[in-house]
């Protein structure tokens, strides 16, 4: 199984996904209001980049929910379509998981059988999205009921499958409507720029998210000299992840050798390059840390050692803390110019960790822009 059909399978929008939040609509009565307007004069641009599936969007959605407008009724029905679309592709790739090695039979008890095949000749709509009827709710909460099916190792499955697959029978119901930590879970590529504006006191902060795919990469540096700030997150899981799944041992190969390269190490190189911009060169330079609880996990089971760029680690593996301060030592010293930067652990989905953290993450984009401003003046 590859990645790159997980991706392909996951609904995408264009500019829309940042106005699933703050639709421009919404955006121009909120920056029109005579109220916000008059009393407030300060506006940071905070851009927002990193490589796919690290956690823009969800960073983004929660500053949102916290200090902004949360979704309104047409973007809940849109967020219920787009999670409903994500359990069935989650529960497609863990019957993917169990097909038999003739490639055609799948490993179910057999009273399973025709419900695995229900789902596996399912499709995604034109629109982006499968057809959640109620034959296929049924059919899913019949897999996820099963034992077996529950203890199948999701690690390289989806970050939000445990989440999700946990509340199966609520989802189902016909008058579901996403709460908000269903809606961080959710899981939409992001295409294009999406922008959310939300205000904290005098000060309002107008966030861009991108996409993170390398098509949408090219675009970055569109948004390169409005930022007063780059949010730059990277996933602390991405040193397991290679771009076909998580990484693996060869035996066939050195150590040195069999080692992959990860998606953190791409994260880190385009990291770099941010750094090193000159069009940023006024923008302070925010690093996200982010995915830290599945991390955590992730840590027990496969040691940083695997990933090419922490191959020097030598302390103890499952060590949260000691494993962090030695990432975060090996990325700041790949930076080939001088500057500040600022580095958080984060938890895009837990709401006391991003509420701490964007108020000293506000401080640090205000005291640098006054910095600058100074400078310039
Ligand atoms: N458990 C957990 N899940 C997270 C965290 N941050 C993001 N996720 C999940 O990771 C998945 C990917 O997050 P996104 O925000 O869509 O990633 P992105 O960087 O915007 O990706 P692109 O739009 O493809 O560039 C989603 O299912 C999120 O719910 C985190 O800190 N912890
Ligand atoms: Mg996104």
Avoid at 161 to 177: C, W
Avoid at 202 to 216: A, L, P, R, Y
Avoid at 338 to 354: G, K, P
């Amino acid at each position: 199984r590859r990645t790159s059909e997980r991706v392909r399978a996951e609904p995408s929008f264009r500019l829309s996904m940042g106005i699933c939040f703050s639709d421009e609509n919404r955006e121009a009565r909120r920056v029109r209001n005579p109220e916000m307007d008059t009393t407030t004069r300060n506006i940071y641009r905070l851009l927002v980049l990193g490589v796919s599936n690290s956690g823009k969007s969800t960073l983004c959605r929660h500053l949102t929910y916290l200090f902004g407008e949360g979704p309104g009724r047409a973007e809940l029905q849109l967020y219920k379509r787009i999670i409903r679309s994500n359990v069935v592709e989650l529960t497609r790739q863990i019957l993917k998981l169990r097909i038999k090695p003739d490639g055609k039979t799948i490993d179910v008890k057999p009273e399973l059988v025709k419900s695995a095949e229900y789902i596996m000749s399912s499709e995604v709509e034109s629109n982006g999205f499968y057809d959640f009827t109620k034959e296929m709710s049924r059919e899913l909460i019949k897999i996820w009921e099963d034992d077996d099916i529950r203890e199948t190792k999701m690690d390289n499955i989806g970050d939000n499958a445990t989440y999700f697959l946990s509340r199966i029978n609520v989802l189902a119901l016909s008058g579901y409507s996403p709460s908000p930590a269903d809606v961080l879970h959710s899981r939409v590529r992001s295409v294009g720029f999406g922008r959310h504006i939300f205000r904290v006191g005098n000060n309002i902060f107008e966030m861009t998210d991108v996409g993170g795919d390398s098509s949408d990469r090219r675009k970055w540096s569109r948004g390169y000299s409005m930022a007063t700030s780059v949010l730059y997150v990277m996933s602390l899981t991405s040193y397991s992840e290679t771009g076909s799944g998580l990484v693996r041992e060869n035996p066939q190969k050195s150590e040195e050798e069999s080692l992959p390269v990860t998606v953190m190490e791409q994260s880190i190189s385009l990291f770099k390059d941010i750094c090193e911009e000159s069009k940023l060169r006024n923008a302070s330079i925010i690093l996200f840390l982010n995915k830290r609880d599945i991390f955590k996990e992730r840590i027990k089971q496969i040691p940083i050692r695997k990933c090419r760029a922490f191959a020097g680690y030598d302390g103890p593996e499952d060590d949260y803390k000691s494993c962090i301060e030695y990432m975060k030592k090996t990325i700041l010293s790949r930076i080939g110019v001088e500057r500040n930067l600022y580095v958080y652990v984060t938890c895009a989905v837990d709401e006391r960790n991003v509420r701490r953290i964007f108020e000293s993450v506000s401080d640090t984009v205000r005291t640098k822009a006054l910095e600058v401003v100074g400078t310039l003046s």
